[in-house]
């Protein structure tokens, strides 16, 4: 795994007059209610983690889990209370404020849940305007604002306000914005949140695509456990303030390590979830069929060509290697066998 | 008995009326009590006596005290009037050199600021007047008068009115388009044919000084007090007090500080305009939903460039309303502040009021009027334009309105030199047509005036008399007739009714600084006469904005009627009422019931647009009609925001109560004219302006509360 980009070492932050005083006082110790009763809230409370290169990592949480507020403290649009924050390398709680603001210009992106438009600003001024921000001159700040409003597939609107768009299309310029200055990082807060089921999908799609073209590193926030499943490379589930598990989808499914993340997963159709890898067995007998299927392969995908085998399944890599094998039971157990154990 | 138990609140309030007719009934007049018209309250009396408190001697009716509270705070005028003085004519001397007599010389540190100040006023609108109208004084501010005296020639030439006329369309064009730029080529036309150039390019420059300044200041102070809370906490109570405080009564201190004549008027204005600018800018402000300022910062913006690139642009609207607030009070107080001197339109206006030629008065406020408008449009146009950046223009199309300008400066200084060749005998039309020299309708109007004077004469005097001997005389006798006493119980019961305690004591507070002044009786008139404006006003108002709200296009159009003559400069109310009522109490009230129908009409008319779709929706599928949506859902929801609306037209009622002292009423108005030809007039004009402030802030603190609390229970705060 290469450098971490985004690493979180024990961060917190506690909303309240004393919060620093309690939080010295707790020494690590950090508890929700004790802080409660002496006015203080607990927005984020002990978080540690990091954020390889290229990494989608998303924050999953209800409302009030302190997912946007953990957001706010890696963006430093508040300061966390304690603990440390580098990104690439750099200390970010001992930037001046220069030094804060040249890294904003140049390193970060970021989409907010209500878009945050600049109402006076058409698509094309609102896209431009970080640019203009770093002291782009006019003309090629709107030339480059151009090629990003085709990026998000706005051309012909361009020139539109604000508020003559669907919040679809509000949420692309916020996107084209926040890509801009050509950023490492991006961090969406709840990006489609806002938006109906069909764009959302729409959406999601969409960014798919612009993250495989573009491989930034993401931190992306959402309270929507389907939307997270579709998107991350790994997924981190807070609650109170603390990441309750922090892993990839289909780990987090197999094996939620607490009661509530367990109450996500028990809805989540497995087959869209977990790759053929997830749920084969280790062992490969020799009385395998013919057929074989990558270990890569969502479960959904293949069911049916495994489903109407009568003999154990293949699973190879990328070289061909059979590296394992999986039975139709095993199958018909993942889909079905466990939900029906639950009832 | 079941009912009242239901509603505890009901009950409370009878109480509270209980009490308050018991006290007014209990209570006797005094035999020494008299209000006598135009008398200060200090009659010669045996029964009068005086007492010492703080150190100064005050004097009251012996009467009971329930009556009438005794004026202790008679000093405090004196004591601010001799504040004043003291702080302008002997604190602080300091050693300031002067460049007349080169050579320093003693001066107070305050009247030197002062002198400074208005020096630096006076130039920069002495500096536009002569653009427009051409002068001396410029060139003598760079020189001195010897320099003139031996150069004839240096003097500035001023403007024909043909190239103003052309760069006010021209540049109305850039901002907006055909209709402001013909709108203005009209105004502009009209004022020169009219005769009425010369006072308006006064007016005009006065305005262009004030307006900014105010505007710059207002913006400035907005976004300090919404950076830090003390700045804002030190704003609060100035703000809330300017708010309600009568434009008249700023005028008798700024006379002491600043002197005479437009400096002092355009400081007037900035004093009076300010306050609402900081108040909407914060507003604005305030409103901006935190994720776009989150988008800024991500965006990298330095703290300068998040306030003026981010923050200001997005709290546009309100701020665009604070510029249309500051262009209303620039306008208004151009005629007010001609009571101390300011030059134009206005200085025109009173004179003929005065005179009561109503038809030159008409010209003149006509003029202020579409001059108010212009500048108002034109600066709605200006923040609201938007760049092009895909035109591709060419050189002509994109300097066409600089040189359309650079073509009719020309043609127009030529035009102006045919004119010399022209008009040999008499005036150069071309270049200036001289007041009064133009086409004037005055006499149009006055006969117009005198010829329904006496056609409808009978009618008018029956109305007049009518209204006076049946309606207001017993009002105002009712009035008077309270016992302070009970007042203050009423005032401070309803205070504790509304909002608790804490609303009681501001209203008990300022309601005691009122009958604790010498002029408790006048306050009475004055809210009399308010209550009267008021109450019909907002039938009319609440009657035309519900008529106007059952059709969209009839509700536009009336709130369009409502931005036009808010526009007014409240002086120019004052002319048609005159016309027919001459100079009685019903010309005042009628011209308080005009100008406070404006916000009565606008916040019913706001106020029922702002029921939500879905309720309507709703309300219809329940199967009422049109009557019973009105009734049951409509008002019901409307109804906090109607409130604002009579919060909004007391403020206005007062304020043209005030303005109609011009007129002659007896109330706290009259006092503070009174007080503009006092040499010690400045203590008793601003604690006369606090009493009417105090008088608006009662009833703006009883609705505002009262508002919050029914807005929480709504659900729609």
């Known amino acids: 795994m290469s450098e971490a980009v985004i690493k979180c070492e024990s961060v917190y932050k506690i909303f309240g007059e004393n919060a620093e005083k309690m939080l010295q006082k707790a020494n690590g110790n950090v508890d929700a209610k004790t802080f409660q009763e002496n006015g203080c809230i607990v927005g984020v409370n002990n978080a540690s983690f990091e954020v390889a290169k290229g990494e989608m990592l998303v924050v999953m949480g209800l409302s009030g889990s302190g997912k946007s507020t953990l957001l706010r403290c890696i963006s430093r649009l508040t300061d966390a209370t304690g603990g440390k924050i580098f990104i690439e390398g750099q200390d970010l709680l001992e930037l001046n404020n220069k030094e804060l603001i040249d890294l904003r210009r140049n390193k970060m992106g970021m989409v907010f849940q209500s878009f945050a438009l600049l109402p006076h600003k058409t698509v094309v001024e609102n896209i431009a305007f970080p640019l203009q921000i770093k002291g782009i001159n006019t003309d090629d700040s709107i030339s480059k604002a151009m090629d990003m409003v085709k990026l998000v597939g706005l051309d012909g609107r361009e020139n539109y306000f604000p508020r003559e768009l669907s919040g679809g299309q509000q949420q692309r310029v916020g996107i084209a914005r926040s890509l801009a200055v050509e950023p490492d990082i991006w961090f969406l807060d709840e990006p489609f949140s806002a938006l109906d089921p069909l764009i959302r999908k729409e959406m999601q799609d969409e960014f798919l695509r612009l993250q495989d073209k573009l491989q930034k590193t993401i931190m992306f926030i959402t309270h929507d456990f389907d939307e997270a499943l579709k998107l991350a490379d790994r997924i981190a589930i807070m609650k109170d303030g603390i990441i309750e598990q922090l892993d990839t989808p289909a780990k987090i499914v197999l094996n939620p390590a607490t009661e509530y993340v367990r109450k996500f997963t028990e809805e989540v159709p497995r087959e869209k979830v977990l790759l053929i890898e997830d749920v084969m067995d280790q062992s490969t007998s020799d009385n395998l069929g013919d057929l074989r299927v990558s270990k890569d392969e969502i479960i959904e995908n293949v069911a049916e060509k495994i489903l109407t085998q009568e003999k154990t399944v293949g699973v190879i890599d990328k070289n061909n290697k059979i590296i394992g094998s999986i039975n139709p039971t095993k199958i018909i157990n993942t889909v079905f066998g466990e939900r029906k154990n639950r009832n | ?717």
């Open chain 2, 1 to 717: 008995m079941e009912f009242l138990k239901k509603n505890p609140k009901i009950f409370q309030w009878l109480f509270l009326l209980i009490v308050f007719f018991a006290l007014c009934f209990a209570i006797e007049v005094p035999e020494t009590y008299k209000f006598i018209r135009g008398q200060a309250e200090f009659i010669k009396d045996p029964n009068q006596s005086t007492f010492v408190f703080a150190g100064k001697e005050v004097r009251y009716y012996a009467f009971d005290v329930f009556w009438r509270l005794p004026p202790l705070l008679g000093w405090l005028p004196i004591w601010i009037n001799d504040s004043l003085f003291f702080l302008m004519n002997d604190w602080m001397p300091m050693e300031f050199w002067n460049e007349d007599t080169q050579e320093f010389k003693t001066r107070p540190l305050l009247l030197q600021i002062s002198r400074n100040l208005t020096g630096f006023m006076t130039f920069i609108i002495e500096l536009i007047r002569e653009i427009l109208l051409g002068g001396l004084e410029t060139i003598v501010a760079f020189t001195s008068w010897d320099f003139i005296d031996a150069n004839p020639w240096a003097e500035l030439p001023g403007l024909p009115w043909t190239i103003v006329a052309a760069g006010a369309t021209i540049l109305s064009y850039k901002l907006s388009g055909k209709g402001l730029a013909i709108f203005a080529g009209l105004t502009m036309v009209y004022i020169s044919i009219f005769g009425q150039w010369k006072p308006s390019m006064q007016t005009l420059s006065f305005i262009l000084v004030a307006a900014p300044l105010s505007f710059i200041f207002g913006l400035g102070l907005g976004i300090s007090a919404f950076k830090s809370k003390r700045v804002e906490k030190a704003l609060y109570p100035i703000l809330l007090v300017m708010q309600t405080m009568p434009q008249y009564a700023v005028l008798v201190p700024a006379l002491v500080l600043f002197g005479v004549g437009d400096h002092a008027a355009v400081i007037i204005t900035m004093i009076v305009a300010i306050p609402p600018m900081i108040l909407l800018t914060l507003l604005g402000l305030r409103a901006i939903p935190p994720e776009v300022i989150e988008a800024g910062r991500m965006s990298g913006c330095n703290n300068w460039q998040l306030m003026f690139k981010v923050l200001i642009p997005t709290a546009r609207r309100d701020i665009l309303i604070g510029v249309n607030q500051v262009i209303m009070v620039c306008f208004s107080m151009a005629v007010i502040s001609a009571f101390i001197g300011a030059k134009g339109l206005g200085f025109n206006l009173l004179l003929a009021l005065n005179q009561l030629n109503i038809g030159l008065a008409l010209e003149a406020g006509l003029c202020i009027s579409l001059i108010a408008i212009l500048l108002d449009k034109m600066s709605l146009a200006w923040a609201n334009k938007q760049t092009d950046y895909f035109g591709n223009l060419s050189f002509f199309e994109r300097n066409k309105n600089t040189i359309f300008f650079i073509g009719a400066f020309i043609i127009g200084i030529v035009l102006a030199y045919i004119g010399t060749f022209l008009f040999k005998d008499t005036f150069n039309y071309l270049f200036e047509i001289p007041h009064n020299k133009g086409i004037s309708t005055a006499d149009f109007w006055n006969k117009g005036v005198d010829w329904i004077f006496d056609t409808f004469f009978v009618y008018i005097k029956a109305f007049n008399t009518w209204l006076i001997q049946d309606v207001l005389q017993p009002m105002r006798a009712l009035y008077l007739r309270m016992p302070a006493i009970a007042t203050i119980v009423l005032v401070v019961g309803a205070g504790y009714l509304i909002g608790g305690i804490r609303s009681a004591l501001v209203v008990c507070g300022l309601t005691l600084f009122i009958a604790l002044s010498p002029w408790w009786d006048r306050a009475l008139v004055t809210t009399y006469m308010a209550t009267f404006g008021v109450i019909v006003s907002c039938l009319i108002g609440f009657t035309v904005g519900t008529l106007c709200f059952q059709s969209k296009s009839a509700a536009k159009f009336m709130l369009g009627v409502c931005d036009i003559f808010q526009t007014f400069p409240s002086f120019v109310y004052l002319i048609p009422v005159m016309m027919l009522f001459g100079i009685t109490d019903t010309s005042v009230l009628i011209a308080v019931i005009v100008y406070a129908t404006i916000p009565a009409t606008r916040y019913t008319i706001e106020g029922l647009r702002s029921v939500p779709v879905s309720l309507h929706e709703a309300a219809t599928m329940s199967g009422v009609n049109k009557f019973q949506r009105l009734t049951k859902i409509e008002f019901p929801l409307a109804f906090p925001h109607m409130m604002l609306g009579l919060n909004q037209t007391i403020v206005f009622a007062l304020f043209m109560v005030i303005i109609g002292a011009f007129i002659g009423t007896e109330d706290l108005g009259q006092y503070i004219l009174k007080a503009l030809s006092d040499k010690n007039g400045a203590g008793i004009g601003l604690t006369l302006g606090i009493c009417v402030a105090f008088i608006g802030l009662i009833f703006d603190n009883l609705i505002r509360t009262w508002v919050d609390k029914r807005k929480k229970h709504l659900g729609i705060a």
